[in-house]
């Protein structure tokens, strides 16, 4: 059973592209079939994470206007090879897609892998929109401030009543995933603690993300975290993220719990208020 | 020692939410057609619309272009209609028109036709919502009180014609009493807000003082001055 799946955040910059790239080397690496659809149509940059800008001749837009076929589109990853990526168009804008060619090209994805991962732009406009559209789940990616949670907030608002689910009166899984997280400044008072952030936001936790430098690094390196440094905390992180999301019940957090606490652990445990 | 001129304290700016009725109507294409069938209309009720401010809903005669939506709101102009607000217009469609200066968000609700007999069912006094109110959204209730289980976000509003409970933290705003003489509270189990307002009165998060922040507090208009207290 196919799933789609957003990765959304309303703010920009707090890491929706790279933590797109985790979840789908992740879940390829777990043995799934995963395509990345790069919703940022003018902003592209899922290729270059992944190390594939070279590779790129046919885009979304050309393939929601019908000018290649689904299959001329898609990468596949040269290290995984159930991982593809189907480019956003970099010389065009939001206004080329369209509600129907996106829902016929996601219907046509769901057909040919297990996960459709839907990397969203930032913004709450027609590209985050129709990235939303149609999902089964959504990864709602926040850091640890302020700023960052409303805006997250009001795109969970926006899960609730504009997708199709939502508007079809069913159930659409929304997931918390706190990246860039510091556990000594937010001890310090510094930022905002995860049982703020999940107070707040009132959705299940998938996982806490550390504030990295390997994430950087294997950025600009075009290769996922999660494939270039599996061993780095953070590549942990979204190792068990993805085992949360395929229904493992993970309890330890590693990644970012000190060996004393086991707070962010009971906190993985704890059922979202709504 | 000068006597230092005593400054005269700025007028308090009392805004109030109230509500009109509005007539409302929808243009359909084809207009010449839909034209002819409201003058008939209005030469047998003319007193229908006499002195009605009305509100006119673009949304299907939008799909005629912008030509034809410009010599319609004309045409309505020239009636004496007194077009107070427009409904289900598209950006750009009226630019550069005296039109476009038209309120477009109109908070209101359905009520029943015109000529609905004195009859029609009873609409519900209170409004219960199941969850909480995400920042963004907006829950406007005119006709009695709401209840909200959850939490009302930040940059989130609550506006109800007469209480707001608030059953976990509320942190936006929550505007209570809009109907005159309703006797509205707030009421929230803790108390982290933007603005709260009741019948009239307003006042924003740095008006009351750290002591009430966190707690669960009551709000409630007394004798000309709102009056926060906390519950626990």
Redesign the interface.
């Given at each position: 059973m196919s799933k789609v799946m957003v990765v959304t955040s309303g703010k920009g910059g707090v890491g929706k592209t790279t933590s797109s790239a985790a979840l789908g080397a992740a879940l390829a690496q777990a043995g799934q079939s995963v395509v990345l659809v790069d919703f940022d149509v003018g902003l592209r940059n899922l290729d270059l994470i992944l190390g594939a800008e070279r590779r790129v001749v046919f885009d979304l837009v050309n393939v929601i206007q019908g000018d290649a076929k689904l299959p001329q589109a898609l990468i596949r990853d040269k290290r995984l090879e159930t991982l593809h990526l189907l480019p956003a168009s970099q010389t065009r804008d939001k206004d080329a897609l369209t509600a129907d060619g996106v829902e016929r090209v996601i219907d046509e994805l769901r057909q040919r892998f297990d996960w459709v991962l839907c990397d969203s732009p930032a913004g709450i406009e027609k590209g985050a929109t129709l990235a939303m559209r149609h999902a089964d789940v959504a990864v709602v990616v926040t850091n640890p401030e302020v700023s960052s949670v409303r805006d997250s907030d009001r795109i969970i608002g926006m899960l609730d009543s504009k997708t199709v689910r939502a508007e079809a009166g069913e159930k659409l899984e929304k997931h918390l995933l706190l990246t860039r997280y510091d556990t000594a400044r937010a001890a310090r008072g510094e930022m905002m603690k995860v049982e703020d952030v999940l107070e707040i936001l009132a959705i299940p936790l998938l996982g806490v993300v550390p504030e990295s430098p390997d994430v950087l690094t294997a950025s600009n390196l075009g290769a996922p975290v999660t494939l270039h440094n599996p061993a780095a905390p953070a590549a942990k992180a979204y190792a068990n993220a993805v085992r949360r999301l395929m229904g493992e019940d993970v309890r330890d957090e590693d990644a970012a719990a000190p060996k004393r606490g086991g707070l962010i652990s009971r906190l993985f445990g704890r059922r979202a208020a709504a | 020692m000068p006597q230092q001129a005593e400054t005269p304290s700025p007028p308090g700016i009392q805004v109030r939410g109230r509500s009109f009725m509005a007539l409302a109507l929808t243009p359909e294409p084809p207009l010449a057609i839909w034209f002819s069938a409201l003058d008939d209309h209005l030469r047998n009720a003319a007193g229908l619309f006499a002195d009605r401010p009305l509100v006119v809903d673009l949304t299907l005669a939008a799909a005629e272009g912008r030509e034809a939506v410009l010599i319609m709101l004309d045409g309505l102009e020239t009636r004496g209609f007194r077009v107070i607000g427009l409904e289900g217009t598209r950006p750009g469609l009226l630019d550069g028109t005296h039109w476009a200066r038209m309120p477009t968000q109109l908070h209101g609700r359905e009520v029943a036709e015109m000529r609905a007999s004195p009859s029609a069912k009873q609409a519900p006094t209170s409004l219960v919502i199941?969850?909480?109110v995400?920042?963004?959204?907006s829950v406007f209730f005119e006709a009695g009180d709401v209840t909200v289980i959850?939490?009302v976000?930040?940059?989130?509003e609550v506006i109800a014609g007469g209480s707001i409970h608030v059953y976990?933290?509320l942190?936006g705003r929550a505007i209570a009493g809009l109907r005159p003489n309703s006797d509205a509270r707030i009421f929230c189990s803790r108390m982290e807000a933007e603005m709260v307002g009741v019948d009239r009165l307003y006042r924003t998060a740095e008006h009351w003082g750290a002591g009430l922040h966190g707690r669960a507090v009551q709000i409630r208009s007394d004798r000309g001055a709102l009056r926060l207290s906390a519950l626990d």
């Open positions: - | 199941e969850g909480p995400r920042s963004g959204q959850g939490a976000a930040s940059g989130a976990g933290a942190r």
